[in-house]
């Protein structure tokens, strides 16, 4: 997929918004299919840094135990979504990832770039398959709302603006996106996950899914080949064409987060304290991130 303009159409100011109620209504009801899908490729893209993949290849939690991580981020950042960064689970959550990184030393600028992508890669999915892009209240919304996330995990010199925090999410990945094997370990574990979630005569069209929507640096970072022309058109075409259809369908009358829907990892329920590695995981390593980067173990 080529690059968005970032740009807000309107100056919307912060004051005039309700980040908590607008994210709760993308996630929700507008878009929910939508994120679960951009934030796959979210986690997907922190694998093409190398000190980034190189500690989770360590801990093993992906190569080993992918769906946990996966349902464990999925269900950190759904009830942050769905609740709010001020609700009783809403700071649960925040508050179980804290303590699940702390263990890691975690340089600060990859926490952000994390953290950026929880805004920017929506906005990219949605603008080139979504059934409607966002508006620029509800590109604000994501900001705002995650920016705050950030702020209660501690991370400092957030990029006050939208556009700001775009720019570093750019520089970032043309810093620090390039090869190395375990990036290639990591993001085939997961598309090796994502293929476990289909029948096995669809299983093999996976990879080749992922690699169309994954864009040129992240196809470099892993060492993926590009899949055949043809085969890359079908796919985008097979999602525009959903992207079509999509706005003559009833609307959503009733939530759907995937913190509702039933869970491989925990089929009898969870509580939020239970999520993520166990305490034993390595911790000494000098390798950065975990800390976030947990919580975006496969995706929401």
Not at 9 to 24: F, G, N, T
Not at 236 to 264: C, E, I, T, Y
Request: aromatic share 12%; with cysteine; proline share 8%.
């Amino acid at each position: 997929m080529s690059d968005l303009n970032p740009t807000l159409p309107l100056a919307v100011s912060s004051a005039e918004i309700d980040p908590v109620a607008i994210c709760y209504r993308l996630a929700g009801y507008d878009f929910p299919w939508e994120l679960n899908r951009s934030l796959e490729i979210a986690v997907l893209k922190t694998f093409c840094v190398p000190r980034i993949s190189s500690l989770l290849r360590k801990t093993g939690e992906f190569e080993f135990r992918p769906q946990k991580r996966y349902d464990d981020t999925t269900l950190i950042l759904g009830n942050i979504l769905k609740w709010g960064y001020d609700s009783s689970r809403g700071q649960a959550a925040i508050a179980q990832m804290n303590r699940i990184h702390q263990r890691f030393h975690i340089y600060n600028e990859d926490f952000l770039y994390v953290l950026s992508t929880l805004i920017y890669e929506p906005v990219r999915w949605n603008q080139f398959f979504g059934w409607r892009p966002f508006t620029s209240l509800e590109k604000q919304a994501l900001f705002e709302f995650w920016r705050v996330v950030g702020q209660r995990m501690g991370l400092h010199h957030i990029p006050n603006t939208y556009e700001a925090f775009y720019d570093f999410n750019r520089a970032y990945e043309a810093e620090h996106f390039q090869y190395h094997p375990d990036n290639r370990a990591v993001g085939d574990a997961v598309v090796k996950l994502m293929q476990g979630w289909l029948p096995a005569i669809a299983a093999p069209l996976v990879p080749n899914l992922v690699r169309a929507i994954a864009d040129e640096p992240m196809q470099t970072a892993f060492g993926w080949p590009a899949p055949p022309p043809w085969l890359n058109q079908v796919i985008v075409q097979g999602l525009q064409l959903r992207q079509r259809l999509m706005p003559w369908l009833p609307k959503r009358q009733r939530p759907h987060f995937s913190v509702d829907q039933a869970n491989r990892t925990y089929p009898e329920g969870y509580q939020i304290n239970q999520l993520g590695p166990a305490a034993t995981t390595h911790s000494s390593s000098r390798c950065p991130f975990l800390r976030m980067r947990s919580v975006l173990r496969g995706e929401l």
